[in-house]
């Protein structure tokens, strides 16, 4: 379950990303943290990590961050306990201009992989948020042991998010047939509905958004 605090997830869950963050905000927000250069995650991120929990814990990070990020991020966490890490958000989920940017930046989705394959030299585990087939490939190169399938966004148009559901079980599939079906991880984002049932039966573990946003707390 994503959670921005070590203590709140929900009994069953099997692991819990931990993602400060993202406090208050709902999923389709929290996507977009990713992408905007608001606060400091990684730092918000160790205010907490020193905080014991009953069950797997993933730290949440930008592992690019410029300014706490790469080998200064990932010696800290060892420090503090931290065991595992996951790109989540990412900026995976960029497009267009913003998207040539970070990879200009060295701050895209392929360096966030290189950078967490980068992270199990610390002693740290890594999970790597992934889009695709080439990705996901990119990441078991990097020497990163577990996948987090993200479905990416829903366009509002049910016909076309039907089809994007679709393709993360191509996705699924292949990627069973491959051989590594052991290390995937469905995010069910809960934009999709019960779109993603039939890729989620295919896979070992899921992540669901557990965090309330700010809106329903006041109600």
């Not at 980068?118 to 790597?128: E, P, Q």
């Not at 087939?133 to 509002?156: K, N, S, W």
Request: aromatic share 6%; glycine share 10%; with cysteine.
């Amino acid at each position: 379950m994503i959670a921005s605090a070590p203590a709140s997830f929900s009994e069953g869950s099997d692991f819990l990303v931990l993602a400060p963050h993202l406090a208050g905000l709902s999923a389709e927000l929290g996507d977009l943290v990713g992408i905007l250069p608001i606060g400091s995650i990684n730092q918000t991120l160790l205010t907490l990590v020193r905080t014991p929990s009953a069950i797997p814990v993933y730290a949440a990070i930008l592992p690019t961050d410029p300014f706490l990020g790469g080998d200064a991020l990932f010696r800290e966490l060892a420090a503090r306990g931290v065991s595992a890490v996951v790109n989540f958000p990412t900026t995976g989920l960029a497009q267009g201009e913003f998207r040539r940017a970070l990879e200009t930046a060295a701050m895209d989705h392929g360096h966030e992989l290189q950078m967490l394959g980068r992270a199990t030299s610390f002693g740290l585990r890594a999970m790597a948020t992934v889009f695709s087939y080439d990705q996901a490939m990119q990441a078991v190169a990097e020497g990163i042991d577990r996948l987090l399938l993200h479905p990416g966004l829903t366009t509002g148009d049910a016909d076309l998010d039907q089809r994007l559901a679709e393709g993360v079980e191509t996705l699924v599939r292949r990627l069973v047939d491959g051989g590594h079906g052991d290390s995937l991880v469905l995010y069910r984002h809960p934009s999709f509905g019960t779109r993603l049932e039939a890729a989620g039966r295919l896979v070992p573990a899921l992540l669901d958004w557990g965090i309330v946003p700010e809106q329903d707390l006041r109600c």
